[in-house]
Structure formats: C-alpha cells, structure tokens
C-alpha cells in the first residue's frame, strides 16, 4: 500500500496553527509569533512533511522554470557549442535554484511555451516564430549568440567580429600575406561576422581579398576537407590558413599534413571556439576563445533577474572573444 502523503493540513493540525501561518513559517516569513514558528517546525520534523516547490513558486505569482531551446543539428550531442551551453545554463540554474527545461528544436514543431517562466535561446537560427510567440505572451526571454536588434530582444552575444579580426591582424603581424579563410555557414550570423573580420584587417593592411582564398565550409569537417584541398590545389597557395570554426581548422591541419606539408613551417593555421580538441593533435591550434560558458551562465543570471521583475531594460552585452597563441602559426617564410 503506498504511503500516503504528509498534506500542509496534516502540519497546521498537529502544530495547531493555520494552515497560512504554516505557509509564512516554510517561506520564512516574519510575522509569526516565536511559539508557532517552533511548534510548526516542530511538526515539519516529525512528519517528514516536504513543500511542493513549484506551488510555493506558483503561489508567490512566479514561475522559476527556465526553458533553454537549442536548434537540432547532426551531431549536437557531440559538439563543443551546444556542450558548453548545456553545461553553463545547467550549472547556473543549479546555483540560482532555478528548474531547466531542455528543448532541442526542429524549427518546424512550435515550443511548448506554457510551463515556462522564462526562455534561452541558444541562437535565432530556426527559432525566430517561437521568440515571436515568447514576445507576443510577454514570456521572459533571452537569446544568446547572436546580436538580435532587428527583434528587440534581450540579447548576449560574441564578438565574432572582434574576434575575427584579432586572428587575422596576428597573421598579418607575423608576415603573412597570402591568408586564405575557409568561412563558416553564411546563413549564421557567426560565419557572416567572421568573414567580415577577415575582409575587414586585409583591407586595412592593404592585402588584396582574392576570391580564391574564401572558401565556403559549415562548420563541419567534411566541408574543411573539401575546402584544404581546393585551396592546396591553388598554383599559389596561401601560406596561412584562418578557419571560422575549430573543428575546420583541425581538419584543414589533417590534410596539410597528408599531402606532406608540415604545420605551421609550411602552412600556419588558426581557428575559432578553444575547443578541448585543440590541445591534442601533431600540433596545438592557435585559436579564438568564444566565452561559450560565460555567455550561458550570463544569459541565466539575467533572465532570473528579469523573471523576478528585479529589471525592466532590454539586455544587450556583447562578450569579447580572446586570441589564444599555441604552436600551430608560425611567421611567414620570405620569398
């Protein structure tokens, strides 16, 4: 037979108090006179009695549950992005004592938005009806990675921009002058902001952007793969390599090394994220670290901030990105 469960009503009886002074003295409030606050906490203890949470949240017109909705993509349980945004909102949640809903979303399927008492999302990429609905109900929402003005949403992105063009000024500063870049997915913001850096520091320096030397990838290895060997097949191929993700730069890495060359004496590459990945491998990669973690964490704290009604004005920060040197960028070879 199941045990049956410890009601407040069973508290407020025992103890012999209200079942609202019994409420006031789980929620810590004040306005209760010493002799019930002990024999309350006294039958508390001898019942074993535990609060229902969410009624107490619900109670005080509050909904402390946070939704965080992440696009789907292949191979998402896999990947440094998603990880560590998974990882940064858990942890913060924790610490703030927030519930977290994990919605990986199809883009096509709307986001169950009624449990919610606030929303991350982890980019506007497939997501844009559902940020819509969120602001339509005045549902607490944040997005984070990207830098959404045109929606007028709160906002925590990454200076991909800055970030770009720190990793391609390191490359000029180091003689270089033929830097190819294998760009990331046009479609994201990311990939649009990073080839922006890149164009942006050539020009600045005076190098000529040939069209040759921007190649299309997606983030993925197989499109650096295709992406390294078309610009190795180049009749003057670049001496220096700028991908927009590191998964692209480990790979275009992997095939320097298969057609003989070596890295970065021959071909210095530099990528984008500070993956773990870049530790391990024939070469440390020089790379751009995204603030991943923080951003996430960041996004939490603001959001709770908003959900308790503690700020009013739209939230828009913009972390910066760092340049990490390791061992994979050399200075150019003189010719």
């Known amino acids: 037979m199941a045990e049956k469960k410890v009601r407040i009503e ?62 789907r993509y292949e191979g998402i349980f896999f990947s440094f992005f998603a990880m560590e945004i998974i990882r940064g909102v858990g ?32 980019d506007i990429l497939g997501n844009e009806k559902d940020i819509t609905a969120a602001l339509d109900e005045n549902i607490p929402c ?60 050539l020009e600045k320096n005076g190098i000529a952007i040939k069209d040759e030397y921007i190649v ?14 078309k610009l190795l097949n180049l009749k003057e191929p670049p001496t220096a ?19 003989g060359l070596k890295v970065p004496e021959d071909i210095s590459v530099l990528g984008f994220d500070d993956n773990p990945a870049c530790l391990y491998g024939p070469v440390t990669l020089t790379t751009v670290k995204q603030p991943l973690f923080e951003m996430a964490q960041e996004a939490v704290r603001e959001l709770q901030k908003i959900i308790a009604g503690k700020t009013k004005t739209l939230v828009k920060k913009i972390l910066p990105a760092e340049l990490v040197i390791r061992e994979s960028c050399a200075n150019a070879k003189s010719k």
């Open 142 to 201: 944040i997005v984070i990675n990207n830098v959404a003005d045109a929606i007028g949403v709160n906002y925590i992105a990454v200076d991909n921009l800055g970030g770009a063009k720190k990793a391609v000024e390191y490359l000029v500063n180091i003689g270089h002058k033929k830097i190819a870049t294998i760009a990331g997915d046009p479609i994201t913001q990311a990939g649009v902001q990073r080839l922006e850096g890149y164009k942006t520091i």
């Open 241 to 259: 390599i700028f991908a927009a993700s590191d998964d692209m730069a480990l790979e275009a890495v992997e095939v320097i090394l298969e057609k």
């Open 10 to 71: 069973d508290v407020a009886k025992l103890a012999g108090v209200s079942i609202t002074t019994v409420s006031r003295v789980i929620n810590k409030i004040p306005t209760v006179t010493e002799d019930n606050r002990k024999r309350t906490e006294e039958a508390i203890r001898k019942l074993k009695f535990r609060p229902d949470v969410t009624a107490q949240r619900l109670a005080k017109g509050v909904n402390y549950t946070v939704g965080l909705v992440i696009p």
């Open 91 to 122: 942890m913060a949640c924790e610490g703030l004592k927030l519930d977290l809903l994990l919605h990986i979303s199809n883009g096509r399927t709307p986001v169950n938005l009624g449990n919610m008492g606030g929303v991350i999302f982890a």
């Open 216 to 229: 299309k990838g997606d983030y993925s290895r197989r499109s650096a793969r295709i992406a390294a060997e």
